[in-house]
């Protein structure tokens, strides 16, 4: 690692560098180096056994101010950090730098053939003034590719707005590649500068949240099929503070039932810049491995809380899901009717499937979707000329807002989607509640709808009118937006804000779409897909899987089955004694009343006895346990179809 900074003479080396007992960087606001480790972090990390760590440096001559009297102040210095085993009654290893006679080295040089040549030399063109440092036998197991690929993807990933841009470069011999060095500016760059190839139309979206009076910032993504694969894995929130990632949560986030986006759970990426949470806040928060959250913390749960109904209610995402969903769907419906319709009957006579159905997860079935009307594409303005609450709430006629509840609001405006998190002039939005701030609430922009969702303080009573208003301000002029309006606390809770009659769906969504009603069967939607089917890609991976299950969104289910599976198939080529539409039969509704048992359990037991591998959700368990059953669930059938012969 090499840069070109100011640099350090070798008597400053030890009090810089090597200090892990001086003041730390909380003050600089772009670094990390807050618990005096940035200088060791990695040596643990350098080979199995020795752990050594190579550091060079030189004062830039423009800056040298020589009031230290320092002889040393135009030399380079060098010295050799390593691990050492605990010795003379130390509890643990400890890090230890070559300096004879208590002094670094030192040496007199205009400059060092040490920075890297063309490819494939490592070094060879001059260093005059700055810092090298050498880390010996990084352990980097599993990036083996050019460091532009692999590497340079996951740094990006690490170091969303990474405040300075690095150069990396490739010298090891043996790679290919059509470059071997490029710089790398942070995932908020490479989003911003690949969005027309790698984006849906009009993402980012751009979110402001206030929890337990702690303010965030949050970005969501949303990209087109296979592409988010391209910058992370399976990471679907990113916390960030002054541009460094501290924690993740996986994508699985996105398939819990209170989000509903299975259909596009890998196609989305929340971004939640935490820069602006107390520094205590932070510290409850975030893991010093800076790869994860702390669990149990009241902070965390709200978040995750808040960022679930932001998801689930986020018009842009729900327009996705039902886009993807129908894209599968709507042509193998129809074809599924009588699959479903003989699944009833099956369960009609089995007094126990009848009361799993009844009593269990309710999965509705619907058949006749139509196709919903695209939207033009939406173009914001940079700064918006209104931002207006979409209804008049009065003293006398309020929005109500059952006790200890949350209520939602809408603005009409013409700010672009990014207003709120954009990096210059971003518009900053405040709410008041009689003259006091707001502690918790968000804000979400999507093509010229503002949603603002407000949890009220737990000292209201029922009865209650409270005055709220709303500032929105930016640098395009003096005047700013300002809404009012008035919130009453209601005693009842239900989907229309207190007050009885029908739910509506929130606005927007009914534009353009016909209301439907579902059969309200307790049957899943059923399709079955071969592997010359194009979308068969897109649920399974081998031939040996069998059943994906998603959420559509709706409290339903959508179940596909894999009729090309490997053990379906060589039972129906083997098994001569029995007609091979009835075993495709059987292992379809096998499947299927397997696929709805589990639903049943894991949703009971979700967040109780429950505990899913690290990243994986209730679908991904269905399709491993279906994986593990496929091959033996049709001679189990046909076995035990015969016992009463034995």
């Not at 340079?152 to 300075?164: D, E, F, K, T, V």
């Not at 800076?290 to 679930?308: A, F, G, P, S, Y």
């Not at 006895?609 to 046909?638: C, H, Q, W």
Request: glycine content about 6%.
């Amino acid at each position: 690692m090499i840069d070109f900074g100011e640099g350090q003479s070798p008597k400053k080396i030890p009090d810089t560098f090597l200090s892990l007992n001086k003041k730390n960087k909380l003050n600089v606001q772009f670094v990390q180096g807050k618990f005096n480790m940035g200088g060791t972090g990695a040596l643990q990390f350098c080979s199995k056994r020795y752990n050594l760590q190579l550091i060079i440096s030189k004062r830039d001559p423009k800056i040298i101010n020589n009031i230290d009297n320092d002889e040393t102040i135009n030399m380079w210095g060098f010295t050799i950090v390593r691990r050492e085993d605990p010795r003379d009654g130390m509890r643990s290893s400890s890090f230890r730098y070559l300096a004879p006679e208590g002094k670094v080295l030192s040496f007199n040089s205009d400059y060092l053939p040490i920075l890297p040549n063309d490819y494939p030399e490592a070094y060879g063109k001059n260093f005059e003034w700055g810092t090298f440092i050498k880390l010996f036998e990084y352990q980097l197991n599993s990036y083996k590719t050019n460091i532009l690929f692999d590497l340079y993807n996951r740094l990006s990933l690490l170091l969303p707005g990474i405040a300075l841009p690095i150069r990396m470069l490739e010298r090891r011999s043996g790679y290919t590649g059509h470059s071997f060095e490029t710089t790398m500016s942070g995932l908020s760059v490479r989003l911003d500068e690949d969005k027309k190839e790698n984006l849906e139309a009009n993402f980012p979206s751009s979110s402001e949240m206030k929890i337990m009076d702690q303010k965030m910032k949050v970005s969501v993504y949303a990209f087109k099929k296979e592409k988010r694969k391209n910058y992370t894995k399976n990471e679907g929130i990113i916390f960030l503070v002054n541009g460094q990632s501290q924690g993740f949560l996986s994508q699985s986030f996105f398939d819990r039932n209170s989000v509903g986006m299975s259909y596009i759970s890998d196609s989305i990426l929340v971004v939640v810049d935490c820069s602006e949470l107390e520094r205590r806040v932070q510290e409850d928060l975030f893991m010093n491995s800076r790869d994860r959250l702390r669990d149990d913390v009241k902070i965390r749960t709200e978040i995750e809380n808040q960022i679930e109904d932001l998801i689930k209610n986020h018009q842009g995402l729900r327009a996705l899901r039902e886009q993807r969903r129908r894209e599968n769907i709507e042509n193998n419906l129809q074809d599924s009717k009588p699959l479903t319709e003989a699944l009833e009957n099956i369960i009609k006579k089995s007094p126990s499937l009848s009361k799993l159905f009844i009593e269990g997860i309710n999965i509705k079935n619907s058949f006749n979707l139509n196709n919903v009307k695209a939207k033009q594409d939406f173009v914001g303005k940079k700064f918006p000329t209104f931002f207006k609450i979409s209804k008049e709430y009065t003293y006398d006629n309020p929005k109500d807002c059952p006790i200890n509840k949350r209520f939602r609001v809408q603005f009409n405006t013409d700010a672009e989607n990014e207003y709120f998190n954009r990096d210059k002039d971003p518009g900053q939005f405040s709410i008041l509640l009689n003259k006091q701030p707001i502690k918790d609430f968000s804000i979400n922009l999507w093509n010229g709808i503002a949603t603002l969702t407000v949890k009220l303080p737990d000292d209201l009573n029922i009865g209650d009118v409270v005055f709220l208003k709303t500032e929105i301000i930016d640098n395009s002029c003096a005047d700013s937006f300002l809404n009012e309006f008035y919130v009453r606390v209601s005693s009842i809770e239900n989907g229309n804000g207190g007050r009885g009659g029908v739910r509506k769906n929130p606005s927007g969504e009914d534009e353009g779409k016909d209301s439907k009603s579902t059969s309200g069967l307790s049957l899943p939607n059923i399709i079955e897909l071969k592997k010359n089917d194009r979308r068969w890609k897109d649920f399974f991976k081998e031939e040996r899987d069998a059943l994906v299950v998603k959420n559509s969104g709706e409290n339903g289910y959508d179940f596909y089955i894999n009729t090309d599976n490997t053990f379906l198939q060589l039972e129906m080529k083997t098994n001569i004694k029995i007609d091979y539409k009835l075993l495709e039969a059987r292992f379809k509704y096998a499947m299927v009343l397997l696929g709805v048992s589990l639903l049943e359990y894991f949703n009971k037991k979700q967040n109780k006895e429950v505990r899913f591998t690290e990243g994986k959700s209730i679908y991904d368990e269905i399709y491993l346990i279906s994986n593990a059953i496929s091959p033996i669930i049709l001679p189990m059938i046909s076995s035990l179809a015969n016992m009463e012969n034995l």
